[in-house]
C-alpha cells in the first residue's frame, strides 16, 4: 500500500523561484492537508481541503497556494520562494474529520 | 497559535522504564489523537481518544484523558530503544483541521 505520497523528497531553491509539491493518497479520503515543521515549532497547518473541490487557509498560508486537482491529489505551489519557508513539507489525508491522519514522508525544503 | 501543548519538551529514560508524556489544550474537542514521529520521517498514528472517553489502551500504550482540565497524557509502558522518537498530540475539533503540538522528544537508552 502506498497510502501517502510526496515528490520530491528534497529540493533547493533559489529566492524568487517557484515550485510546486506533489501529494497523492490512494486511500479514498476526502480530507487533505499540508503542514510544514520547523525546529521547535512542530507542525503548522498551511492549508486544506475538506473535501473534494473545497480548499481553505490554515495557519500559516502566507506565500502558499493550492490546487485540489481531484480526490487524490493535492499540491502546495510556492509562487515566489523567501529564505523564511525552508522547512520540512508533509502532506496528509484522512477519511474526514473524527479519524485518524496518515502522513507523507516529507518534502525538504532549503530556500538559499 | 497550537492547540495543543506537550510536556515535557524532552524525556531520557533507560529502557525497561515507563515514559509518561502531557498535553494540555485550550478549547473543547472532539477527540484527541497521539502520533509518533521517527528522526525524519513521516509522522504515524498511534490511538485516538474520543471527547467522551477517559482512557483507552493499544498495546505498551496508554492514554488518558481529563476534558475537565483539557489535558491528555501518553503512558509507554516497558520503554525499549525502538521507542526512541517525537511524539505528538493533535486536537480534533470537528471542523476537518487536525492541530498539533510541538512535541515531546524521547530518548530511550539500552
Known amino acids: 500500500n502506498a497510502g501517502v505520497t510526496q515528490t520530491p523528497k528534497f529540493q533547493v531553491l533559489k529566492t524568487g523561484q517557484s515550485m510546486t509539491l506533489q501529494c497523492a493518497q490512494d486511500?479514498?479520503?476526502?480530507?487533505m492537508y499540508w503542514y510544514r515543521q520547523d525546529p521547535g515549532m512542530g507542525l503548522r497547518l498551511i492549508y486544506y481541503s475538506a473535501s473534494e473541490g473545497t480548499t481553505d487557509k490554515g495557519e500559516v498560508p502566507n506565500g502558499y497556494n493550492v490546487s485540489r486537482l481531484n480526490k487524490r491529489e493535492f499540491s502546495l505551489r510556492l509562487e515566489s520562494a523567501a529564505p523564511s519557508q525552508t522547512s520540512v513539507y508533509f502532506c496528509?489525508?484522512?477519511?474526514?474529520?473524527?479519524?485518524?491522519?496518515?502522513f507523507g514522508q516529507g518534502t525538504r525544503l532549503t530556500v538559499v | 497559535s497550537q492547540q495543543g501543548e506537550e510536556d515535557p519538551q524532552a524525556l531520557s529514560i533507560q529502557e525497561g522504564e515507563n515514559a509518561t508524556m502531557n498535553c494540555s489544550y485550550k478549547t473543547s474537542i472532539n477527540n484527541l489523537q497521539w502520533y509518533r514521529q521517527n528522526s525524519g520521517r513521516g509522522l504515524v498514528h498511534l490511538i485516538l481518544i474520543r471527547s467522551n472517553e477517559r482512557e483507552k489502551h493499544s498495546g505498551r500504550l496508554r492514554v488518558t484523558l481529563d476534558t475537565s482540565k483539557k489535558s491528555s497524557s501518553l503512558l509507554i509502558t516497558a520503554s525499549r530503544a525502538a521507542d526512541t522518537a517525537s511524539y505528538f498530540c493533535?486536537?480534533?475539533?470537528?471542523?476537518?483541521?487536525?492541530?498539533f503540538g510541538k512535541g515531546t522528544m524521547l530518548l530511550v537508552s539500552p
Open positions: 486511500m479514498n479520503h476526502n480530507s
Open positions: 496528509a489525508s484522512r477519511e474526514t474529520m473524527n479519524t485518524e491522519a496518515f
Open positions: 493533535a486536537t480534533d475539533l470537528g471542523y476537518s483541521t487536525l492541530t
